[in-house]
């Protein structure tokens, strides 16, 4: 800690090598600490202490203005902080703010954040789904296409949602049903749905994945 008694050359050498890396007593604003100590030392420091001296012909240059210095934080040695002044109690300016001041600019960051990550967390999460076009052919030209389509359109699962259809001809009088439909990729197996539909052999040959696309 810095002295606030001056009673030889060494005294003011721990002043001078204390000020080596800073430009006030409480660090880079002036405070009342700074009076104190400049009323302490009376006179300049010796030249050879630069530093101590450089300070001393900082705060002189204040003149009457040291009055208005802000009430110092940090505890002398031998003695308490130096008592604010009365501008400091009107005035009551922080202009490099306050521990209290931080807290809580990092209490309110700290809940803000919380509430986004709470927030996101409940937000639904995506449903992955596709949208199928599928070609079920019939055996030949006499099978009923009308009840083939209807057989089809019988086959649920959980995330299976029918879609529109057409008859397409594919040659001698035949047609395929070509339907489409929308599922959800967790829920639903295309290998299963195409094999389910299979399983009406009165009516259906085969079936093709026409088109497939993720949504």
Known sequence: MIPTQYKNEKDISTLNDALAD???IDGYTPSQNDVVI???????????????????????????DKKKFAASKKA???G??????????????DLFGSDEE?????RVKQQRLKEYADKKSKKPALIAKSSIV???KPWDDETDMKELEKQVRTV???GLVWGASKLVPVGYGIQKLQIMCVVEDEKVSVDLLTETI????????SVDIAAFNKI
């Open 38 to 64: 400049f009323n302490a030392l009376g006179k300049a420091p010796p030249t050879k202490l630069a530093h101590a001296l450089r300070w001393y012909n900082h705060i002189k240059s204040f003149g009457d």
């Open 102 to 106: 931080d807290e809580e600019a990092e």
């Open 76 to 78: 002398l040695a031998g």
């Open 22 to 24: 800073i430009s006030y």
């Open 80 to 93: 308490a902080p130096a008592p604010a002044s009365k501008a400091d109690d009107d005035d009551d300016v």
């Open 198 to 205: 299979q399983e009406f052999e009165d009516f259906v040959q």
């Open 156 to 158: 649920e699962m959980e």
């Open 134 to 136: 599928l070609d079920v």
